[in-house]
């Protein structure tokens, strides 16, 4: 076979899937991408809020870092296709990048579905196959043709290869098949877990896919009347009981059921594991500039004025969380602050140091930005992203159990994992 006509199918038309057929496209091969959707990118188009978080400046250690234990099969990925690839793609196609706080690389227009469109318009430059409203069923495989294989070994290891995908009008025949149909997270834009159906029903172990990524709910009344106030420069902490297990400075924001934003997002990711516990909760450190001796120094100097409670703590906190926090404070807001007992400070002090909520549980998948689970990297090549059990079946994105922290991680990954699928599909490499 001519692998530079090699009849690659793509399924999924999202970060992953886009860049694989691109760069198989790019190879020379015959691509076809099969995407149920009545659109590319679906999910893409509404990432970073519409603004789409792209991928991040961090140093490769970080990015590795960034995944916990499984970061290091993408070392390889990352090696062939990262940050600056992707920046020189998009950029290359008319579509100029930029870098914010905390590395996050964003599109200068601000909107996600310029990087949707912009991939898209490459594809059909590249004369990709793109059927659109067209759904995948299932993966067809037949026995490995081991009498015209130049690596009988490789055969005996993966005894099943692909040779064509069963969509409703028939069979797309298919001389390699990546799949990339992402997780179960945001299943209104198509993304409901059938690509791990497709892969076990071709022997791939599943590990039970979970939302990651999501907003923590709370069981602390007051935390309603919080609703929509966001904080910077905050440090967020998890605990187990009076362990301290993970921390995330940055910003956050109160909502009607909890905490979101970007640090509770990050810290979710750990709380997922920990979440069978009862004992977890979170503290918000909201001077963390300050240690205890330099804050109880300033309001004992602040406290020698003959203001009321009520009309100091705006020197202290955003109004919003005035009253809250003067209530669980115990200290009644008409109080002159040169009244204030020491035991009372000493309390303000670990609210301002500590504000502890009792998480309840996560959102569901429905709000999660990512899924943690999935293909287990035993069982996928990182070298290559081929499945070690089917020959010829490549896996990309959230297909595989590689999951991030918040920062552009993990849709560089999809775009990492879903150019060398790409390129391997193609080549035979």
């Known amino acids: 076979m001519d692998l530079r006509m090699a009849k690659v199918v793509v399924i999924g038309g999202g970060a992953g899937g886009m860049l694989a057929a691109g760069r198989a496209a790019e190879n020379g091969a015959k691509v076809v ?56 793609l998009l950029e290359g196609l008319g579509m100029p990048t930029k870098v914010e706080r905390g590395g996050r690389v964003f599109p200068v227009s601000d909107d996600a579905n310029e990087v949707a469109d912009t991939l898209e318009r490459w594809l059909k430059k590249l004369r990709v196959d793109v059927r659109k409203g067209a759904k995948a069923e299932r993966i067809v495989t037949g026995e490995h043709p081991t009498s015209n294989s130049g690596n009988p070994q490789s055969a005996i290891r993966n005894p099943q290869c692909v040779s064509g995908v069963k969509v409703f009008s028939g069979i ?135 203001k009321m409670y009520k009309n100091y703590l705006p020197e202290l ?57 999935g293909i287990p990297i035993n069982q996928v090549n990182p070298s290559t992203m081929e499945s070690k059990l089917v020959s010829g079946l490549y896996l990309a994105g959230e297909m595989i159990d590689i999951d991030a922290v918040t920062g552009g991680y993990n849709l560089q990954a999809a775009f990492s994992t879903g150019w060398v699928a790409g390129d391997s599909a193609s080549t035979g490499q």
Request: aromatic residues 6%; glycine residues 8%; charged residues 20%.
């Open 33 to 88: 991408l099969i995407e149920k959707n009545g659109v590319l990118g679906k999910k893409l188009r509404i990432t970073g809020k519409g603004r789409c978080n792209l991928t991040n400046t961090a140093e490769m250690s970080d990015f590795i870092a960034a995944f916990g234990a499984n970061g290091k099969f993408l070392y390889s990925a990352f090696s062939r296709f990262h940050a600056q690839d992707i920046r020189d």
């Open 172 to 306: 797309v025949p298919a001389d390699a098949i990546i799949l990339a149909t992402g997780g179960i997270t945001y299943p209104k834009t198509g993304s409901t877990g059938e690509g791990y159906r497709m892969a076990a029903e071709v022997g791939h172990k599943i590990i039970t896919p979970v939302p990651s990524l999501s907003a923590l709910e709370t069981s602390d009344g007051w935390v309603s009347a919080l609703q929509g106030l966001s904080l910077k420069n905050v440090q967020a902490t998890i605990y187990t009981g009076e362990k301290k297990v993970a921390e995330e400075f940055g910003e956050m924001l109160f909502t009607h059921f909890g905490v979101s934003g970007p640090i509770i997002l990050s810290l979710s990711k750990v709380y997922a594991e920990l979440k069978k516990k009862s004992d977890v909760s979170l503290t918000i450190n909201l001077k963390p500039a300050l240690s205890r001796e330099q804050l109880d120094a300033r309001l004992t100097e602040d406290f020698r004025q003959t």
């Open 317 to 373: 906190l955003p109004r919003t969380l005035i009253p809250v926090f003067a209530a669980l404070s115990r200290v009644p807001e008409e109080t002159p602050v040169n009244r204030i007992t020491t035991v009372q400070r000493a309390r303000m002090i670990d609210m301002l140091l500590g504000l502890r909520l009792t998480i309840a549980g996560q959102r569901s998948v429905d709000e999660a930005i990512v899924t943690s689970g």
